[in-house]
C-alpha cells in the first residue's frame, strides 16, 4: 500500500496542534493538507485555561467564564484589582477539544488521527517518513508539538505544581464574584503555595492548590494540603465534578536541542510556548496560530514558536532567579509587587504585550532591596 502524502504533518494533538487548525479553518486556507498525529485515544476534561483578554475577543465562543475583578492575599489581607478594560476569562479544556474536533471533521483538508504514536521521523530529501505504530506517512514539511523531557536549562528553573476540583456545593455562604487568583500566599518546607478559587455560578466552584518549587510537588502532598484549603474555606457537603492535575516547567529551553533542519517546525511547550515566570501558554500559542495562518494565506512558510522581546526574557529570568535565591519569602515579593503594581500594566505584562512605561512601572513595583540584591549578585558573577 502507498504511503499516505501530505504537506503538512503535526506531531501531538494538544493546545498548538488544535489551535493551528482552527485557525485554518476559520481562514478558509484550503490550498494545504494537514495530518494530526495524537497519542491519546481520546480527549478527557483534563484542564483548565485562564488569562486576561479585552472584553470583546475573537476566542468569545470558548470562554465558560469571565471576572471583571481578581485578587490576592497575604495573612488575611487581601490586595483586589479590577479593570474596566480587561476581563479575566476561563476556558474549559473539553470544550475547546470538543469544538476543535468537530470542525477538523468538517474540514477538507484536515485529518486528526487519534490513538496514534509516532515512533520515529526520518529525513528522505526534501521529504520526511513519519513511521507511527499504525503507519507510514510521508511530509513536505513537520511541526513538532509534543512536549519532551529535559528540554530546559538547569537555571533558572522552577516547578509550578497544581491540582485542582471543580466542586458543587449544597449551599455557600461567603458567595463572591471575583476570582481568587493566588489566595493565602504562604510558604511550606521551603515551597512556596497558594489557593486559587474561581467562583463558577450556581454553588459551583473551581478551587486549587498551587505551589513554586525546585522539585515537583506528588498529587498526594497536593490532596492533604487541597483539602485543608477546602475546610478553611467552609466548603461543605460538596460533590466533585471534576480533577485537574499538573506539573508545568517554568524555566527557559536549550536551544541547541531544537534540530535546525529544513521545514521543520516547533510548537507549544518545545517551541517556548510557555512563559518561564508565570506558566501561561494559551494566548501565546493562539498568538502563533494566527501568525502560522497569515503566513499560509500569503503562500509563505510557516514559523516555530516566536522568539521572546529581549526584555521580558530578561525580566523573567531575573524573576525566575529572585524567587528561587527567595522561595521562603515569595509571599512577601509577590504581595509588594501586586499592591504596588497598576492593573492593567499588571495584565499586559501577564500577556507579553507590555508597552514601555508599563516595563517603568514593573521594575518600580519589585521589592527593592531583592530585586538589587540579584542585580548585583549577577553582574558579580558575570565579571568573575
Given at each position: 500500500?502507498?504511503?499516505?502524502?501530505?504537506?503538512?504533518i503535526?506531531?501531538?494533538?494538544g493546545?498548538?496542534?488544535?489551535?493551528?487548525a482552527?485557525?485554518?479553518?476559520?481562514?478558509?486556507?484550503?490550498?494545504?493538507s494537514?495530518?494530526?498525529?495524537e497519542?491519546?485515544?481520546?480527549?478527557?476534561?483534563?484542564?483548565?485555561?485562564?488569562?486576561?483578554?479585552?472584553?470583546?475577543?475573537?476566542?468569545?465562543?470558548?470562554?465558560?467564564?469571565?471576572?471583571?475583578?481578581?485578587?490576592?492575599?497575604?495573612?488575611?489581607?487581601?490586595?483586589?484589582?479590577?479593570?474596566?478594560?480587561?476581563?479575566?476569562?476561563?476556558?474549559?479544556?473539553?470544550?475547546?477539544?470538543?469544538?476543535?474536533?468537530?470542525?477538523?471533521?468538517?474540514?477538507?483538508?484536515?485529518?486528526?488521527?487519534?490513538?496514534?504514536?509516532?515512533?520515529?521521523?526520518?529525513?528522505?530529501?526534501?521529504?520526511?517518513?513519519?513511521c507511527?505504530?499504525?503507519?507510514?506517512y510521508?511530509?513536505?514539511?513537520?511541526?513538532?508539538?509534543?512536549?519532551?523531557?529535559?528540554?530546559?536549562?538547569?537555571?533558572?528553573?522552577?516547578?509550578?505544581?497544581?491540582?485542582?476540583?471543580?466542586?458543587?456545593?449544597?449551599?455557600?455562604?461567603?458567595?463572591?464574584?471575583?476570582?481568587?487568583?493566588?489566595?493565602?500566599m504562604?510558604?511550606?518546607?521551603?515551597?512556596?503555595?497558594?489557593?486559587?478559587?474561581l467562583?463558577?455560578?450556581l454553588?459551583?466552584?473551581?478551587?486549587?492548590?498551587?505551589?513554586?518549587?525546585?522539585?515537583?510537588?506528588?498529587?498526594?502532598?497536593?490532596?492533604?494540603m487541597?483539602?485543608?484549603?477546602?475546610?478553611?474555606?467552609?466548603?461543605?457537603?460538596?460533590?466533585?465534578?471534576?480533577?485537574?492535575?499538573?506539573v508545568?516547567?517554568m524555566?527557559?529551553?536549550?536551544?541547541?536541542?531544537?534540530?535546525?533542519?529544513?521545514?521543520?517546525?516547533?510548537?507549544?511547550?518545545?517551541?517556548?510556548?510557555?512563559?518561564?515566570?508565570?506558566?501561561?501558554?494559551?494566548?501565546?500559542?493562539?498568538?502563533?496560530?494566527?501568525?502560522?495562518?497569515?503566513?499560509?494565506?500569503?503562500?509563505?512558510?510557516?514559523?516555530?514558536?516566536?522568539?521572546?522581546?529581549?526584555?521580558?526574557?530578561?525580566?523573567?529570568?531575573?524573576?525566575?532567579?529572585?524567587?528561587?535565591?527567595?522561595?521562603n519569602?515569595?509571599?512577601?515579593i509577590?504581595?509588594?509587587?501586586?499592591?504596588?503594581?497598576?492593573?492593567?500594566?499588571?495584565?499586559?505584562?501577564?500577556?507579553?504585550?507590555?508597552?514601555?512605561?508599563?516595563?517603568?512601572?514593573?521594575?518600580?513595583?519589585m521589592?527593592?532591596?531583592?530585586?538589587?540584591?540579584?542585580?548585583?549578585?549577577?553582574?558579580?558573577?558575570?565579571?568573575?
Amino acid at each position: 500500500m502507498k504511503n499516505q502524502q501530505v504537506d503538512y504533518i503535526v506531531l501531538g494533538g494538544g493546545c498548538s496542534a488544535l489551535s493551528l487548525a482552527n485557525q485554518i479553518i476559520d481562514n478558509n486556507i484550503d490550498g494545504y493538507s494537514f495530518l494530526i498525529l495524537e497519542s491519546r485515544k481520546k480527549y478527557t476534561d483534563d484542564k483548565s485555561w485562564c488569562f486576561w483578554l479585552e472584553k470583546d475577543d475573537n476566542l468569545k465562543n470558548l470562554i465558560s467564564k469571565s471576572w471583571k475583578s481578581f485578587s490576592f492575599s497575604l495573612k488575611g489581607t487581601i490586595i483586589k484589582h479590577r479593570s474596566n478594560k480587561y476581563y479575566y476569562k476561563y476556558i474549559r479544556s473539553i470544550e475547546f477539544y470538543d469544538k476543535s474536533v468537530k470542525k477538523i471533521k468538517n474540514s477538507t483538508n484536515i485529518s486528526l488521527n487519534l490513538g496514534e504514536k509516532v515512533i520515529k521521523i526520518i529525513s528522505k530529501k526534501k521529504k520526511y517518513l513519519v513511521c507511527t505504530n499504525k503507519k507510514k506517512y510521508f511530509a513536505k514539511n513537520i511541526i513538532d508539538t509534543r512536549p519532551k523531557q529535559n528540554i530546559y536549562l538547569k537555571h533558572p528553573f522552577l516547578f509550578q505544581s497544581f491540582l485542582g476540583y471543580e466542586i458543587k456545593v449544597n449551599k455557600y455562604k461567603s458567595n463572591f464574584n471575583f476570582a481568587k487568583i493566588m489566595d493565602n500566599m504562604r510558604v511550606k518546607h521551603n515551597n512556596f503555595f497558594f489557593d486559587y478559587i474561581l467562583p463558577m455560578g450556581l454553588n459551583k466552584f473551581l478551587i486549587e492548590i498551587t505551589s513554586f518549587s525546585k522539585n515537583s510537588i506528588s498529587v498526594n502532598t497536593l490532596q492533604s494540603m487541597l483539602n485543608s484549603t477546602i475546610k478553611a474555606n467552609n466548603f461543605q457537603n460538596y460533590k466533585v465534578i471534576r480533577k485537574e492535575y499538573g506539573v508545568i516547567p517554568m524555566g527557559f529551553i536549550k536551544e541547541n536541542l531544537r534540530t535546525n533542519k529544513k521545514n521543520y517546525f516547533y510548537a507549544g511547550t518545545l517551541g517556548g510556548a510557555v512563559r518561564p515566570s508565570s506558566g501561561y501558554a494559551f494566548l501565546r500559542i493562539q498568538k502563533w496560530a494566527i501568525e502560522c495562518a497569515n503566513l499560509l494565506k500569503n503562500n509563505k512558510p510557516l514559523t516555530s514558536h516566536q522568539k521572546e522581546k529581549v526584555i521580558i526574557k530578561k525580566l523573567d529570568m531575573l524573576f525566575l532567579k529572585i524567587l528561587i535565591k527567595n522561595l521562603n519569602i515569595a509571599p512577601y515579593i509577590f504581595f509588594t509587587f501586586l499592591k504596588r503594581i497598576p492593573t492593567d500594566s499588571f495584565i499586559r505584562f501577564m500577556n507579553g504585550n507590555a508597552r514601555n512605561f508599563d516595563y517603568i512601572k514593573i521594575i518600580y513595583s519589585m521589592p527593592k532591596r531583592i530585586f538589587l540584591k540579584t542585580l548585583v549578585f549577577k553582574f558579580e558573577k558575570n565579571e568573575k
